[in-house]
Structure formats: C-alpha cells, structure tokens
C-alpha cells in the first residue's frame, strides 16, 4: 500500500531532550516536506526537500533540523525541543514538487514540558 | 505578506449545499489547493485548481478567480461524514501556504 508513515505517532518528552521523529514513503516521492499544525495558525512548513542531499527552510524551520540522505526518508531531529514545539507534525511527499497532490502522513502529536 | 483567509466555522444540514470561499493574497501564484482534514487525521487531497472557472468531481467542485484572489469549494447533497475541516492552500512561487481551515459541521 503506497503511504507515509511516521514514528512516534505519539510523544511526551522534556525540554532540552533530544528527539527525532522519523518519515517514510514508499511512493519514491522526490519531495518530501515537514509541517506542524497549531489551533488558529493551520498548517506551517518547517522544512522540505526537493530530492536527495537537498533540503530547505520553510516558514518556520527555527529549533528544526532535517536531513535527506535517502530518497525515502526524511526524518525531523529536535536537538533542544522547548515547549513551543508542542505540536501536530505532519510530514508529506509529493511525486515532484509542491505542484502536485502532497500525501500527508497519519501526523505526530508531540507534547514538550 | 502572505495572508490566505477562509471562514473559521460553517454549518449545514444534511443533504443540501454549502459553499466555503477563500480569498489570497500571495506573492506568486502558482495554484491553489483544497484538502479535507478530519478531526486528528492527516489533511487528504480533494481539489488542484490553476486555471480559472469550475472543477467538478463528484459532489465536491472548486471554483477559482485568479484575477479576484478568489476559490470555493462547493459540496452538494452532503453527508454527515462530510463533518470535517477544509484547507484552502496557495502554491507561490515555492510554497504551499495553507490558510486555518474551515471547521465544517453537517446536522442531520
């Protein structure tokens, strides 16, 4: 079945801990993208990738990191998180760019104390 | 600025018609999306417009004017499983910017 899947789907954790939030597809998407969604803001880009080895800031990239080693994976790293990263992260792929239907991931509530 | 704006709340009653607009402004336009987002699941594509007029598809249809900064998404004979939110979202020039949604209930 063609997806995204994300782990965890659900994660308590404290402020200054490590965590990375990891992202598949099996689609061989080029672009990958990681959103959060925040009551009264809606959906914001954090960071995306265009292919491999290429990634870029979205609205929001500030306490993010990314990487894109391989095609299908596209993992969130918050190397300090603070309690404004509790959020719902989505990560999404598309076949080519943001022109085309993205397919979002079933999403990662993530609380920060 | 980037400024995407849609009605924050709608209702409807089952089976008739309800429109939900959303006016842009962006810099760059390169399209404009619709997705459905039930409540703590990931948003699902319903609508890709990038020329203007209507886009039918079933019971949903997403009309778009590119010289008014303009979209809707029209849902006919609606079900209660339409209960959902609906995401209107601009492609600039390297973005997809989303606007907040509109929560949509459907009594019956």
């Known amino acids: 079945e063609a997806q995204v899947t994300q782990n965890p789907r659900y994660l308590i954790t404290v402020t200054g801990k490590k965590l990375t939030v990891t992202c598949s597809q099996n689609?061989?998407?080029?672009?990958m993208s990681w959103y959060r969604q925040d009551p009264g803001l809606g959906l914001r880009q954090i960071y995306y990738?265009?292919?491999?080895?290429?990634?870029d800031k979205g609205d929001v990239p500030e306490g993010y990191k990314v990487s894109r080693k391989e095609k299908r994976n596209f993992p969130l790293i918050l190397e300090s998180p603070s309690p404004n990263q509790t959020s719902l992260y989505f990560c999404?792929?598309?076949?080519?760019?943001?022109?085309?239907?993205?397919?979002f991931g079933p999403g990662t509530r993530l609380t920060v104390l | 600025g980037q400024n995407i704006d849609q009605p924050t709340e709608m209702t409807a009653t089952e089976g008739a018609i309800v429109q939900i607009n959303c006016t842009y402004q962006t810099s760059g336009f390169n399209g404009l999306f619709w997705y459905q987002q039930h409540a703590g699941e990931a948003p699902t594509f319903l609508s890709y417009n990038v020329l203007d007029g209507l886009e039918e598809k079933g019971r949903f249809s997403s009309f778009l004017s590119r010289s008014k900064g303009y979209s809707y998404l029209l849902l006919k004979e609606l079900q209660m499983k339409d209960s959902a939110s609906y995401l209107c979202a601009v492609l600039t020039d390297d973005k997809l910017i989303f606007g907040t949604g509109t929560r949509l209930q459907v009594f019956p």
């Open positions: 999404a792929s598309s076949l080519g760019g943001t022109s085309l239907q993205q397919f």
């Open positions: 689609m061989n998407h080029e672009y």
């Open positions: 990738s265009m292919n491999v080895e290429v990634t």
